[in-house]
């Protein structure tokens, strides 16, 4: 279920981008998008703490990367936390559901969340 909720996030994500050409000048917006995917988990999982999400994911990429630094770490959670609170909030959603409602329920909910983002709505988003 969990995959199908990150699906989710990823189109909308991906709609949000719709028209914008490549917004980096390194990575394609697709390894974008998979890189904000890790700090929307775990932002949802933290319940939005943006302190516990960078330590969660600033232990992955020090085990992977060797010391890494924490404020670097926190700076992109909360670029990630104002850029895409709809999609936060919609895998907050299935955090909160996932052991209670079916798959059917748990995708409308997240659908819920994610139902007014709009093509292009990149620079729109509370960025």
């Not at 989710?8 to 709609?15: A, D, E, Q, T, V």
């Not at 917006?29 to 969660?56: C, F, H, Q, R, S």
């Not at 936390?81 to 995708?107: C, S």
Request: no cysteine; glycine share 4%; hydrophobic share 45%.
């Amino acid at each position: 279920m969990e995959e199908q909720v990150k699906r989710l996030i990823r189109k909308s994500l991906h709609m949000r981008l719709q028209g914008m050409g490549r917004i980096d000048n390194i990575r394609t917006n697709e390894a974008l998008i998979e890189t904000w995917i890790t700090a929307i988990v775990a932002l949802g999982y933290a319940d939005n703490d943006v302190e516990i999400a960078a330590k969660d994911i600033n232990k992955i990429q020090s085990q992977i990367l060797g010391e890494f630094s924490i404020e670097d770490t926190r700076a992109f959670v909360y670029l990630v936390r104002d850029r895409f609170p709809e999609e936060i909030a919609a895998f907050i959603r299935y955090v909160e559901l996932k052991e209670k409602y079916t798959e059917d329920a748990i995708t409308f909910a997240v659908l819920q969340e994610l139902q007014d983002i709009t093509e292009g709505d990149f620079y729109n988003s509370r960025f």
